[in-house]
């Protein structure tokens, strides 16, 4: 799969994050397939097409926060490993969240990998470039 294929949905409320973790990604050249929602509830409904949704493309991969507003980001992976359908997509846990219950609970629950936003915009760039690198570079995703 090349890099301009790849289908991320990016699932977090907070504007400032979306802003740059769209500009780390737009720098990777894969900006014209990522798909913003900002709530877990949202993020069901665009993974099994409904409402506002039903002509939705299936991600290759999801960035998830946690703290989400109407179903929060550990709920949303509980539902999307749990379903046949969406297990398969790779989902990276991207939050400002450094609580070890957290960590463990996404884990527990099958996410893929856990990583804790830093404050620095120099930092969370270099965190975007990481997930381009090993998530979109190297890793097979499935189709």
Not at 46 to 58: C, H, Q, S, V
């Amino acid at each position: 799969m090349k890099i301009e294929e790849v289908k991320i949905l990016l699932v977090e409320d907070n504007e400032g994050d979306i802003v740059l973790t769209l500009e780390g990604l737009r720098e990777a050249r894969i900006y014209n397939h990522v798909q913003v929602v900002k709530d877990g509830e949202q993020a069901l409904h665009y993974l099994r097409k409904l409402g506002n949704f039903t002509d939705a493309e299936t991600p290759n991969l999801i960035l998830l926060d946690i703290n989400l507003p109407r179903i929060d980001g550990k709920e949303v992976l509980m539902e999307i490993k749990n379903d046949p359908l969406l297990k398969k997509i790779p989902v990276v846990m991207l939050t400002t969240s450094e609580s070890e219950t957290d960590v463990l609970e996404s884990y527990n629950n099958h996410a893929n990998c856990y990583i804790t936003k830093p404050v620095d915009y120099s930092k969370f760039m270099d965190v975007v470039h990481s997930i381009k690198d090993f998530w979109i570079s190297i890793v097979h995703l499935p189709s």
